[in-house]
Each structure stands twice: as structure tokens, then as C-alpha cells.
T-cell receptor, first 116, second 113 residues
Framework: GAVVSQHPSRVICKSGTSVKIECRSLDFQATTMFWYRQFPKQSLMLMATSNEGSKATYEQGVEKDKFLINHASLTLSTLTVTSAHPEDSSFYIC????????????FGPGTRLTVT | QQQVKQSPQSLIVQKGGISIINCAYE??????FPWYQQFPGKGPALLIA?????SEKKEGRFTISFNKSAKQFSLHIMDSQPGDSATYFCAASMASGTYKYIFGTGTRLKVLA
């Protein structure tokens, strides 16, 4: 149980275009989802926390207009990278919490974004 | 105060040996400490986690030792195997912080056959 999927697993896009990444909890309802960014050989950097039906809370330094997060249902959150540039190329990972008082985060497999 | 310091950055262990990774934190409000394993190109997977009311937790070959007074915790991998070669991250979380994780910088473990 507690499986989180991400789609797509890899995406290549041209500079200036937008890319949408989906994160789904497959067998549980995720009241809270998190979006992380990971550069090669580095740790996970939290970008934002999203709660179903409300606006995402962004970490300091993360541009909310560039990284649009929508958590429209208890099983789906999306991250849209708008007007992507090569420096946005990274590994994006989502995670989800089951229930409102749970510590354990279940992570998705990640999405490799390459902007050319 | 929100940082979690992790060491060493990399570790090489012989097969069958013990791998030890350490983490330290400052914020005493943290009340949940998980360890994650990550293989290249994959998302992190939970190995084991501990709350500050216990000093040790063991699951199979993985043990967390927790020292509340020193604000340190460590992961011990017994009988290390080549399949354990991965990057390991410690993290800290607290209920008052919306359960978000503060991750350590990671340790790249290589177990030699």
C-alpha cells in the first residue's frame, strides 16, 4: 500500500514552454502533498506544501508564479513549470501524507525534466 | 536552527561490515526522525523512523540510535551488502511544522563485494 506515482517519468521541453507534472496517490487519500527539487548528488529541497482544496505554501526563494501547484483532489497534485529555462532542469519529486496527522511521507519515483 | 547536519558525505564499507551514518539537529521541537534510501534516478524510500521517546529502534539489519540530550541520531546498517549501495538521507519533522521534512545532505554508501 501507500503508492505514489508521477507522470511523466522523463520530459524534455524547449526553453520558454510550460511543463506539467502529475503526482497521484494510488491507494490512499493524500490530504497533504509536497513537491521537492533535487539537483545531481544533492539533497532534496522542499519547494512547496499543498493541501487539497487550498493554495500551496511555497518555501522561501521559490517563485510561485513559475512553479504552479494545484491540489484539486485528494489523490492528485500537479506541478506546472511555466516558461521553463535550462536552469529549471532538475529531478522533481513529490510525496504525500495519508491523513492529517501523519508524519510518514510516501515518495513518488520522480520526474526528470530537461529544458533545452 | 532548522538544519540537519549529516556525515559522512560518502562511505565505503566492505561486504559484511557495519555502515554508520550520523545526523545532528538543533531544533528541539523536531519529534520524528526518518531515514530514507535513494537509488539513482528513483524517489526516496523509507527505511526506518524513530520518535524521541525511544533511544533505539531496530528493523532487520537497520538500527536507529537516538541521543536526545546530544540531539543526534544515527543509522547503523549491519552486515552491509552490495545491494545497500545507495544514497541515504536522514530527516527531521515536527507536527507544528505541517509535518514537512528537513533533510540532511545525504551520504553516498558504497559496499564492496
Amino acid at each position: 500500500g501507500a503508492v505514489v506515482s508521477q507522470h511523466p517519468s522523463r520530459v524534455i521541453c524547449k526553453s520558454g514552454t510550460s511543463v506539467k507534472i502529475e503526482c497521484r496517490s494510488l491507494d490512499f487519500q493524500a490530504t497533504t502533498m509536497f513537491w521537492y527539487r533535487q539537483f545531481p548528488k544533492q539533497s532534496l529541497m522542499l519547494m512547496a506544501t499543498s493541501n487539497e482544496g487550498s493554495k500551496a505554501t511555497y518555501e522561501q526563494g521559490v517563485e510561485k508564479d513559475k512553479f504552479l501547484i494545484n491540489h484539486a483532489s485528494l489523490t492528485l497534485s500537479t506541478l506546472t513549470v511555466t516558461s521553463a529555462h535550462p536552469e529549471d532542469s532538475s529531478f522533481y519529486i513529490c510525496s504525500a501524507i495519508s491523513g492529517g496527522r501523519s508524519y510518514e511521507q510516501y515518495f513518488g519515483p520522480g520526474t526528470r525534466l530537461t529544458v533545452t | 536552527q532548522q538544519q540537519v547536519k549529516q556525515s559522512p558525505q560518502s562511505l565505503i564499507v566492505q561486504k559484511g561490515g557495519i555502515s554508520i551514518i550520523n545526523c545532528a539537529y538543533e531544533n528541539t521541537a523536531f519529534d520524528y526522525f526518518p531515514w530514507y534510501q535513494q537509488f539513482p534516478g528513483k524517489g526516496p524510500a523509507l527505511l526506518i523512523a524513530i520518535r524521541p521517546d525511544v533511544s533505539e529502534k531496530k528493523e532487520g539489519r537497520f538500527t536507529i540510535s537516538f541521543n536526545k540530550s546530544a540531539k543526534q541520531f544515527s543509522l547503523h546498517i549491519m552486515d552491509s551488502q552490495p545491494g545497500d549501495s545507495a544514497t541515504y538521507f536522514c530527516a527531521a519533522s515536527m507536527a507544528s511544522g505541517t509535518y514537512k521534512y528537513i533533510f540532511g545532505t545525504g551520504t553516498r554508501l558504497k559496499v564492496l563485494a
